[in-house]
C-alpha cells in the first residue's frame, strides 16, 4: 500500500482566546484523512494496526509527512495523536525517540481508544507514560471521559500529563468542563500542578464564548477555520472575534 495514494493530513488550529481576539495559530492538531472519503480511515487504519509491516510503511510516511512541516513551520506545534494500541510496535518507540528532538514543537495526545490488539496495553500505560515523558514531550489526554479516558485513569497517572482535552457536545459537556477547571485551580494553587485545558468542537461563536465564561481560553474545533481550508503547510495567523 503507497500511503501517499491513500492518505494526506490536515492540520486543525488550536486557538488561544484573549480578551475579544483570538490570538494568531501557533498549534495545530494533526489528522489523519482518507484521499477517497475525506475522513478519519478508521477501518483502514484499524487493518494497519491488526499487521506489524503495513504499519511500519505507515509509520515512514507519517514521519516523513511529519518531519516536513515542523522543518518548514519551527515556530509552530504540532499535537499528534497515538492509540494505546500503536504501543505494541517497537516502530512507535523509535519514531518519539527520533522526534524528540523537535519535542519542543510536538504534544502527544493519548486517545480514548481501547486497545483491541493487545487489551494488556492498558496495564502498562504507566510505563508507556513514563517512556514518553523521558523523551522530553508535553502530554495530553484526549477526549476527557470518552473511553478509557476517564477521570480515575487521569488521576492515576496525572503526573505525566500537562492538558486535558474535553469535547463541547452539549450541556452535559458544560458540566465536565467546568468540574475540570475546577480541579485544575485545586492542583493550581495548592500542589502548584499547571493543567492546560483544550475544549475541542467549537463550531460556533456562542459555544467559543461559554467556553471563555468558563475560564478556558484554548479552544478548537470548525468555527476556528474548517479542515478543507487550512491547506497542508500553510499556517493562518488571522485572528477571530472571542
Sequence with gaps: MDESEHFYLVFQPIVRI???????????????RSMKTQKFPADIFHEILENENKYNKYMNWFKLELEQQIKEHPNIKFSINI????????????????????????????TEHTPKNDPELLLALESILK????????????????????????????????????????????????GFV??????????????????????????????KSLSVCLQQGYYFGTEKNIIRGKTDHDCYEG
Excluded: P, W
Excluded at 495530553?140 to 469535547?167: H, L, P
Design 18 to 32: 484573549c480578551g475579544q481576539n483570538a490570538v494568531g495559530f501557533e498549534e495545530f492538531e494533526v489528522l489523519l
Design 83 to 110: 492509540d494505546i494500541d500503536q504501543f505494541r510496535f517497537g516502530s512507535t518507540f523509535q519514531f518519539l525517540e527520533y522526534f524528540s528532538q523537535y519535542h519542543h514543537q510536538l504534544i502527544i495526545e493519548i
Design 131 to 178: 517512556k514518553i515523558k523521558a523523551c522530553n514531550y508535553k502530554i495530553a489526554i484526549d477526549d476527557y471521559t470518552a473511553g478509557i479516558n476517564t477521570f480515575a485513569s487521569y488521576k492515576s497517572n496525572r503526573q505525566y500529563y500537562d492538558r486535558v482535552k474535553i469535547m463541547f457536545l452539549g450541556y452535559k459537556s458544560v458540566l465536565y468542563i467546568l
Design 182 to 211: 475546577i480541579y485544575a485551580n485545586i492542583m493550581r494553587f495548592f500542589f502548584s500542578k499547571r493543567i492546560e485545558i483544550v475544549v475541542e468542537r467549537i463550531d460556533s461563536l456562542r459555544k467559543s464564548r461559554i467556553t
